[in-house]
């Protein structure tokens, strides 16, 4: 059974930077692609990464292109987000998640693993 831990949350000043981890257990995640998802107060779940099982193909939405950057270390079966440029919009709590779907996709029902989440705070 695939668990997933996120760490490297935190509270950061605008424009500043934060590198997420999401480190694997139980499984090796070279199996799998993984998806970083946030979720602000009363807004809905949105992917703002995706990495495919080789660490050949990235997703990211409009909003963060160009600052935030995934990648993935399959020998210490961890992947990262590097979040540069922050924004007062990026507070949210971040989740990662892993799909065994080859499907380049958001779609949260194609993640069957995700982790607990961790907290990011943006403030002026």
């Known amino acids: 059974q695939l668990q997933l831990v996120e760490s490297g949350g935190g509270l950061v000043q605008t424009g500043g930077s934060l590198r997420l981890a999401c480190a694997a257990h139980g499984s090796t995640i070279d199996n799998y692609a993984v998806a970083w998802f946030r979720q602000a107060p009363g807004k809905g779940r949105e992917g703002v990464s995706r990495i495919d099982h080789s660490g050949g193909v990235t997703l990211y939405p409009d909003s963060v292109k160009g600052r935030f950057t995934i990648s993935r270390d399959n020998a210490k079966n961890t992947v990262y987000l590097q979040m540069n440029n922050l924004k007062l919009e990026d507070t949210a709590v971040y989740y990662c998640?892993?799909?065994?779907?080859?499907?380049?996709?958001?779609?949260?029902?194609?993640?069957?693993?995700w982790g607990q989440g961790i907290q990011v705070t943006v403030s002026s």
């Open positions: 998640a892993a799909s065994r779907s080859y499907t380049i996709t958001f779609s949260m029902g194609d993640y069957g693993s």
